[in-house]
């Protein structure tokens, strides 16, 4: 396996360079790199398709892989919004004058390398970027192989600006695609900063399980929506419906309804625009007795299937 080392310290290097430069001077790069995204759209696109091409149509996740123009419009607008914000950095968060009148300032600093291991989600490429940038760190970019030559043709346009810009272009690199390599950026004491994983829960406690760096642990993406006892039926059904149906493969979609026991009545007007996409069902045993026979797509639930993010034109009732 070859080392990644040489990786490791370039993206060292960079950070010392990076934390000499000023929010003006890291706001105009953001800018510019938002600019020569939208120039790029067509390129992106096309090795978008190619990612795509390797995926089966019918597989929900393709949804998070994809991108349009009109979604790479929206993330280069959010690009130039981080580049609006103020910075973060060299904020005096606290100060304390000791008892023998030595002063101490708490005041915010970049983490250095920030290594990022993420899924199939190219648009979590450009975010990352810009984020680590506007907070003055480097940052290890280790997306999904569905994603690959998405990220690939996104981070060379990133790299390419920075070389135009006078930025050192180890800024941002994109790790290899081998389970080797993420496993050696999780143990890089001394050259990685801070590791963040964002996907799911089996990514999120492999990182924190492997990882000898400082890990951010991130939620695992399992949501619920409660309807109360004194819930509005029409109100709980357009919620549910939108909850899940609007894009299965975010990790804010619904998961799991849990509905009182009081309005167990409601439950067939609450699910009943999920029969029109097609949403399979799996009821606890109380809410499957009601839902028997006036819902089309429906199984028992199991203990497995509570607590799991489906990713998909599947849900829990409790």
Sequence with gaps: MTSQKPIFEAARHAARNLALRSDEQISSLLRHVADAVDRNAAEILEANSRDLSRMAEDNPMRDRLQLTPERISDITSDMRSVASLPSPLGRVLSSTVRPNGMKIDKVSVPFGVIGV??????????????LCLKAGSACLLKGGSEAYNTNECIVTLLRDTLIQQGWDEATVTL????????????NAVGYVDLVIPRGSKKLIEYVRDTARVPVIETGAGVCH???????????????????????????????????????????????SQLATKNVTIYAD?????????????LCHATESDFGREWLDYKMSIA
Excluded: Q
């Design 117 to 130: 291991v993420y899924e199939a989600r190219p648009n979590v490429t450009l975010d990352i970027f810009s």
């Design 175 to 186: 790790m290899p695609v081998s389970h080797e390599a993420t496993t050696e950026m999780l």
């Design 285 to 297: 045993d109380e809410a499957y007795a009601v839902l028997y026979g006036k819902y089309p797509h």
């Design 225 to 271: 929506t409660y309807f109360h006892e004194s819930g509005d039926i029409k109100k709980g059904r357009d919620i549910v419906f939108n909850a899940k149906t609007r894009r299965v493969s975010v990790c804010n979609a619904l998961d799991t309804l849990v509905i009182d026991r009081s309005r167990l009545d409601a439950l067939v007007e609450i699910c």
